[in-house]
């Protein structure tokens, strides 16, 4: 498993990515698996961690500040050498490519080492070139939504997938009933929409939490604050049962992304305990909270779905990450994708030989 290098892989978790990360290797060694973590040495040492880089880059290289400069794209390319060249060495039957390096496509393709990449991000210019120069069978690609597949291709080759989010319904447990206020949570930055979700909730005359780390402070500072008050409230970048109590007592998730998303990991985490969701349609929302959310397109709209969203069943938004989202069914999609990779690998290895042969 190769993560991705902004932040570590342990929580306080600053985004979806690292949770998930996290959460999938954790879920494959539960399963009986294997499994070795390529990622910054700050993270979580319960894993099975094989650190490529002392610290994740953004404690020393910001993204705000460093993003595509020659120094944070050796830094990068220094620490995928690294990891790559252990997996080279250690016969791995099947890396799977939580980063979003497009070097790591063209080495598996080189070295017929199956890899199932999964795609957490819409469509950049770099990773698509090399997703479309380096295909390969033994070269598989998952996305996180029907919606996220479609912004990558006009027609998904045989080697792309859909793995839904799993989530753990055991730490996001049910809770039959709200205190009345609605709840937002997630890395504070623009592309986020936390203001929006301040307006709406004002507009709405419901108390707000806000929950989550500082990714933009000139956006906390500038758009944020002015908009708090008492009944709408930041609490910080939680943790663990206090941010799952938090989210799990609330009426109503606030979810306000400005870009598309390819997922939504935090609507599917409150919809397991019980809460509907009150979004921004963008993104593969839509497709995630079904009929246990109410959409809507700015922050008047927000207001009126965040009332009508308070009226949907807290067990149905239970019972559809129950069906949808369970950490089982997202596992073996990717077991799916493990064997279609390897399988791949065997194939093309075996016509090599005919030909050979021939």
């Given at each position: ?172 447990t049910f809770r039959p009933n ?35 780390p500082i990714d933009c402070s ?5 758009e944020v604050v002015p908009r ?131």
């Open positions: 498993m190769i993560g991705h290098l902004r932040h570590p892989i342990a929580s306080p978790f600053m985004g979806g990515m690292e949770a998930h990360c996290h959460q999938l290797v954790s879920a494959l060694v539960a399963r009986g698996h294997s499994v070795t973590l390529f990622a910054s040495g700050d993270s979580d040492p319960a894993l099975p961690l094989h650190p490529i880089v002392e610290r994740h880059y953004d404690a020393e290289l910001p993204w705000a500040l460093w993003n595509s400069t020659p120094r944070l794209a050796q830094f990068l390319s220094g620490a995928f050498e690294c990891a790559w060249a252990a997996v080279t060495a250690g016969e791995f039957d099947v890396v799977h490519n939580n980063s979003m390096d497009p070097a790591l496509h063209h080495w598996a393709r080189r070295d017929r080492q199956p890899m199932v990449t999964s795609l957490h991000v819409p469509p950049f210019a770099t990773l698509f070139s090399a997703l479309c120069d380096e295909a390969a069978p033994w070269a598989h690609q998952t996305v996180t939504s029907e919606a996220h597949l479609a912004s990558w291709w006009a027609n998904p080759p045989a080697t792309a997938s859909v793995v839904y989010n799993g989530i753990d319904t055991d730490r996001w709200g205190n009345g206020r609605a709840v937002w949570a997630g890395r504070i930055t623009p592309n986020k929409g936390t203001a929006i979700a301040l307006d709406a909730a004002k507009y709405a005359g419901i108390a707000l939490d806000v929950i989550g000139e956006y906390f500072q500038a708090l008050d008492q009944e709408r409230v930041y609490h910080g970048h939680m943790q663990g049962a206090e941010l799952v109590r938090m989210v799990g007592e609330s009426s109503v998730l606030l979810a306000t992304p400005t870009w598309d998303e390819p997922f939504g990991l935090i609507a599917a985490e409150a919809m397991a305990c019980g809460v509907p969701v009150a979004a921004l349609d963008r993104g593969a929302l839509r497709e995630v909270i079904g009929a246990c959310g109410v959409l809507a397109s700015d922050a008047r709209s927000l207001a009126d779905a965040i009332v009508a969203a308070r009226r949907i069943s807290r067990a149905a938004c239970r019972q559809r990450v129950e069906q949808a989202f369970s950490i089982r069914s997202m596992i073996e999609g990717y077991e799916h994708a493990y064997a279609a990779a390897m399988a791949g690998a065997r194939a093309s290895s075996n016509a090599s030989t005919v030909a050979l042969l021939a």
